[in-house]
């Protein structure tokens, strides 16, 4: 009998982990619809990436996720046909774009001409206001103009005489940007520092991604040589944030926030933090361990981010969102949905969200700073 229990084991082993593999399945598929996710590739946009990544362990085959090329201000047809292609799938319910390049806006058009029923949220635009807010249905951004002003108070709070502000003219071409280095110059004024802009390489030129990347570590010497250590850096492009953490860091000066605000966004790299698997996605873990770091640097004061990660959370929002957009719990645009969903995937209740003027869907938040 014992021997009879002990051949049938393997079989009943087997039928059990069939079953939960099965239930699994089952609990991934059961949204009964698809939502499209598209980011750009770890290079460009690695948050956003691994939040597309963190939805399909979640939602398993629910989630559709392709990528926009390095190169996206050149290849726009390329952004517009992986935007286009997962409309082509009847199964597609939502389409959510971040960051939202140059082509996404003529994909949402192209879109349109078949399908109405799509819901489309673009995160962080690279096109007009107006532009973007008239395609999708909800736009979502970090509050840049309110940024501009406290980016700069908290500079001057770290000990900032002078604000290195780096650029590229495609950045300088869109309207919030180039608004907030306009108030950031200002706020500059008022509180007395030294306002400097400095043209950077475009990460989409012909030197591509190393090419800024290595500007940013042998400009960053020369302007804290010229200005001095209480100089704090900022640069509008993602691509460049790590290099720049790490030479200001080892030059002593400061570094306020980054372009797209987040524990994760570059601080890993540059301080050579590891992140153990059962510790992805822990927020509290990485301030942690980003503060051991700046301390034993003996750079405590000098470093700053938010306590979220401003992308990651559009993306984990804007899924939430489209779930229930699909299951027919809200319509196309519901900002107090959407204020909602951003407070329950971030756990900041302190997230301050406004529209912007005359686009009254085009949603703008600032969250809680941390000071390393």
């Known amino acids: 009998m014992v021997k009879r229990l002990l051949a049938l084991l393997p079989v009943v082993i087997l039928t059990i ?11 991934q598929m059961d949204l009964g619809f698809k939502i499209g996710i598209v980011t750009g590739t770890v290079s460009q946009g690695e948050e956003e990436y691994r939040a597309a990544e963190n939805a399909i362990a979640k939602y398993g085959s629910a989630i559709k996720h392709v990528t926009y090329p390095d190169k996206f201000s050149q290849e726009q047809e390329t952004t517009i046909a992986q935007i286009t292609a997962l409309a082509s799938d009847p199964e597609i319910k939502a389409i959510i774009i971040c960051q939202a ?17 799509i819901l489309f949220i673009a995160g962080v635009p690279h096109e007009d206001p107006a532009t973007i807010s008239g395609r999708a249905d909800i ?4 509050d840049n103009l309110t940024r501009g002003r406290t980016i700069i108070q908290l500079a001057k709070d770290m000990g900032a005489e002078t604000f290195i502000h780096y650029s590229f003219p495609r950045h300088m071409s869109m309207e919030l940007l180039a608004q907030r280095r306009d108030i950031m110059k200002q706020t500059c004024e008022e509180l007395g520092i030294n306002f400097v802009g400095v043209d950077a390489p475009d990460p989409t030129g012909d030197a591509g991604i190393p090419g800024a990347q290595q500007f940013m570590i042998e400009d960053v010497p020369r302007q804290v040589e010229k200005y001095g250590k209480n100089t704090a850096f900022f640069n509008t492009n993602c691509g460049m944030q790590e290099p720049l953490i790490k030479t200001v860091l080892e030059t002593g000066a400061i570094y306020p926030e980054q372009c797209c605000p987040s524990p994760y966004h570059a601080y890993p790299g540059a301080l050579g933090i590891e992140i153990p698997e059962e510790k992805a996605g822990d927020v509290a873990y990485m301030l942690e361990q980003i503060h051991a ?6 750079a405590s004061g000098r470093f700053a981010t938010w306590k979220i990660s401003a992308n990651m959370a559009m993306i984990d929002a804007a899924v ?3 779930i229930d957009y699909g299951n027919g719990e809200v319509g196309k645009f519901d900002k107090d949905h959407m204020i ?3 407070k329950e995937v971030t756990g900041d209740d302190n997230i301050i969200v406004n529209e912007l003027e005359e686009n009254p869907n085009f949603l703008m938040f ?3 700073s941390e000071l390393f």
């Open 139 to 142: 736009v979502m951004e970090t």
């Open 101 to 117: 390049v140059p082509g996404t806006s003529a994909a949402i058009d192209k879109i349109k001409e078949e399908r109405d029923d």
């Open 17 to 27: 982990g069939l079953i939960a593999c099965g239930q699994s399945k089952e609990v």
């Open 366 to 368: 600032v969250a809680t």
């Open 320 to 322: 939430q969102y489209a």
């Open 340 to 342: 909602k969903m951003l």
């Open 293 to 298: 770091k700046i301390d034993e640097a003996g």
